[in-house]
């Protein structure tokens, strides 16, 4: 298996030959003039729910960071090498985005892994179950509550988790001083991949609502 795949470059000629020869100015200016955008969203790597589709983006709209369920470590500088932090502070620092959103989406895998953490892992490094870790307490809460189904649990947790990276990241020094100040807004949301509906949470209550 050593052939480009096919797929991809299928796509890109469609690409090339549409969507970029008809925006050919915009990515003009975009190269010749950098990248301004707005929004930072922090999503999950899942090929279900790219935020570039879920809120119809153009080139240089939103600035995207994606890992396993969305998740966003706490302000840690000293040791490992952090990839979402390199992120969140080129976002906030360098390009000076006015929003950050957390979005989580339904039948996260990555959830469903810390929600069953006695599963066999994919491989003896367990990377997926040392990074679902983060998880730990939150998932231990959730999975205990009675009178829930497993798809229930689910929700719950891909919803707590979002609600725990809103917290990690006000953590980060950077991020608490401009959102302090009225410079920075911080926002989940939810995206239900079979109904292709998004839930915004509410920053008061931590409630989730269908947006309209």
Not at 77 to 86: D, M, W, Y
Not at 128 to 144: H, R, S, T, Y
Request: glycine share 10%; proline share 6%.
């Amino acid at each position: 298996m050593t052939d480009f795949p096919g797929s991809l470059l299928t796509g890109y000629r469609a690409f090339r030959d549409g969507r970029h020869a008809q925006e050919s100015a915009r990515y003009r200016a975009l190269a010749e003039h950098g990248q301004t955008p707005e929004v930072m969203v922090i999503a999950c790597c899942d090929s279900r729910s790219a935020p570039e589709t879920v809120f119809n983006a153009g080139p240089g709209e939103i600035f995207v960071v994606r890992n396993v369920a969305n998740l966003v470590p706490p302000y840690e500088p000293e040791g490992s090498l952090h990839g979402v932090a390199a992120a969140l502070e080129f976002a906030v620092q360098g390009l000076e985005v006015r929003h950050v959103v957390v979005l989580g989406h339904g039948r996260c895998g990555g959830i469903h892994a810390a929600l069953h953490p006695e599963a066999q892992p994919l491989s003896p490094d367990d990377f997926i179950g040392k990074w679902m870790d983060q998880l730990g307490p939150v998932a231990a809460e959730v999975a205990a509550r009675a009178g829930l189904t497993d798809a229930e649990r689910q929700t719950a947790l891909e919803r707590a988790a979002i609600g725990q990276s809103l917290a990690n990241l006000r953590t980060f020094p950077f991020v608490s001083v401009r959102e302090g100040r009225g410079r920075l807004g911080l926002h989940g949301a939810w995206f239900d991949i079979a109904s292709g509906a998004l839930w915004t949470m509410d920053p008061a209550t931590g409630a989730f609502s269908r947006a309209e």
